[in-house]
C-alpha cells in the first residue's frame, strides 16, 4: 500500500511539473493597449512597404481618416495612399503613446517623427494622431483617423 501511495505521489509530481513546464512555454498574454501600439507601429510600416493588403486588413469597412491638411479620406483612399507612398523616408519613428481602452473600443494617441528630403533639403516632420478603433470578432479594427502637423516653435 506504502509503495502504491508513493507511485502515486511521484506520478503526481511529475505530472504537475511537465503541466508548469509546457505553460512557462507559451507566449504571453498581451495586453490590448500593446496589441493596439503594434497595429499603430505595423501600420505606420505597412506604408513604408507599400503593403495595401496590411492597411486593408487593419481598417474598418466606414473607415474615416482627417488629415492633417484638412481632407478627408475613406478606406479606398487610406489603401490607396499605401499602394502609392513615394516619399522618401530616411528616418520614422512613432512614440508618446497613450491607449484608453473602453470596453471594445479604444483611443490610441502618438505621435510619428519622420525625417527625409523634400526637394533636395533634409527635413524632420512630426504629426500627432489620434486614431478610434473598435473590437469585432475579436479583432481590433479603426474606425477614424486624425493627423495633425506639429509645427516647430518659432526661434
Known amino acids: 500500500m506504502a509503495r ?10 511529475a505530472l504537475i511539473s511537465s503541466v508548469t513546464a509546457s505553460g512557462s512555454q507559451s507566449k504571453p498574454v498581451r495586453s490590448d493597449q500593446e496589441i493596439l501600439i503594434q497595429l499603430e507601429q505595423d501600420w505606420d510600416a505597412a506604408f513604408q512597404r507599400h503593403d495595401a ?8 469597412d466606414e473607415f ?4 492633417s491638411d484638412g481632407s478627408r479620406g475613406d478606406k479606398a483612399r487610406e489603401v490607396k495612399f499605401a499602394t502609392e507612398f513615394n516619399q522618401q523616408v530616411d528616418a520614422r ?3 508618446e503613446f497613450i491607449v484608453k481602452v473602453y470596453r471594445d473600443t479604444a483611443v490610441v494617441w502618438f505621435t510619428q517623427h519622420l525625417t527625409g528630403p523634400i526637394q533636395g533639403r533634409p527635413v524632420e516632420l512630426t504629426y500627432r494622431y489620434m486614431d478610434v478603433w473598435v473590437q469585432r470578432d475579436g479583432r481590433w479594427l ?10 516647430a516653435p518659432q526661434a
Open 64 to 67: 474615416i481618416a482627417t488629415y
Open 4 to 13: 502504491r501511495a508513493t507511485l502515486f505521489g511521484l506520478m503526481a509530481v
Open 93 to 95: 519613428r512613432l512614440d
Open 142 to 151: 479603426c474606425i477614424a483617423s486624425q493627423s495633425t502637423k506639429v509645427t
Open 53 to 60: 493588403r496590411f492597411v486593408e486588413s487593419v481598417l474598418a
